[in-house]
């Protein structure tokens, strides 16, 4: 563990291949961080050992809020984390990742609304990175075409809300259509929903039990959702992968075909994994999103 002592203290981890290839930098989404998605292992296994056995060396941090990084204070009237805020963290993650390889340029392998994170990163910084992943990112749309959608509860101005194990595992089958067997077994989900609870040492102390989690992102979220841009697809030059689950509501098609169009730069590429939803990297289809990040990113490695 890499601690980055500047306020806030962020925990950041490597795991080194035995061929280096290239630094890749997981962004993480709004609920949960590395050691939750990257990191964690299924059987045995997990996302990191498969981007090392493809020469890829894996950095994963936790932005401030989650997991081993620092806490934000509580605050009832500003919420925590928003995109804006971050954007200074991941450039410290990433100018870390830099000072120990060289200087060469990173690869952002970025999760929902950390894609919206490591865009507007990829828009400011094009000279840092090599190649940029999204993988169910946020996409901003219209009220138009939110009007009967899914949007995320409003947070208040409350700075964080507690989330339930219930609460996640209502986000790994909602989108599954009705009949078919749920995409994270049941034996995976209690395991992942354990360490889930575990990674906020409160979350014993509230009932149900509950992680308190940055309200900021789902802000976000719904400001992207109401028309209002974080960041600008034009700017970014980056060879970049747009990976969605086919089953994926949060970023649905037109999303991700709006997406791809309006992306800067020449090399762009999007796939669309078979029964996936949003939480692809925790689900059965999980092989499929792995496989696909490592061609494209051996491709820009070469």
């Not at 590395?34 to 994963?60: H, I, M, T």
């Not at 077994?185 to 509230?206: N, P, Y």
Request: aromatic share 10%.
């Amino acid at each position: 563990m890499i601690k980055l002592m500047e306020t806030p203290m962020l925990a950041l981890q490597v795991r080194r291949a035995a061929r280096d290839l290239g630094d890749v930098i997981y962004v993480h989404g709004s609920t949960f961080g590395a050691d939750l998605s990257v990191f964690f292992a299924f059987d045995g296994r997990s996302w990191a050992d498969e981007l090392n056995d493809a020469g890829f060396n894996v950095w994963g941090f936790d932005f401030a809020g989650y997991g081993a990084s620092e806490r934000y204070p509580q605050d009832d009237a500003i919420p925590a984390g928003r995109l804006h805020d971050v954007q200074a963290q991941l450039h410290r993650v990433v100018r870390a990742v830099r000072e120990r390889n060289g200087g060469r340029p990173v690869m952002l392998l970025a999760h929902s609304w950390g894609g919206s994170v490591a865009a507007r990163y990829a828009g400011d910084y094009p000279q840092e990175l090599s190649a940029l992943v999204l993988f169910a990112p946020i996409v901003t749309r219209s009220a138009a075409m939110v009007a009967g959608a899914y949007v995320p509860a409003a947070a208040g101005m409350a700075s964080h809300y507690p989330l339930t194990a219930w609460a996640q595992y209502r986000r790994f089958v909602e989108d599954v259509p009705r009949g078919l067997p749920q995409l994270l077994s049941e034996a995976h989900f209690q395991h992942w929903s354990a360490a889930f609870l575990a990674s906020d040492t409160g979350a014993a102390t509230r009932t149900p039990p509950a992680v308190l989690t940055p309200a900021g992102p789902q802000i976000d979220v719904r400001a992207l959702w109401s028309g209002h841009a974080l960041y600008d697809p034009a700017r970014i030059g980056t060879p970049t992968l747009l990976v969605r689950g086919e089953w994926d509501s949060v970023c649905s098609e037109a999303d991700a075909v709006r997406l791809l169009t309006e992306l800067g730069g020449s090399i762009k590429v999007c796939k669309t994994i078979p029964r996936a939803t949003h939480l692809m990297h925790l689900e059965s289809s999980r092989g499929l999103l792995y496989n696909a990040v490592n061609a494209f990113l051996l491709r820009s490695s070469t």
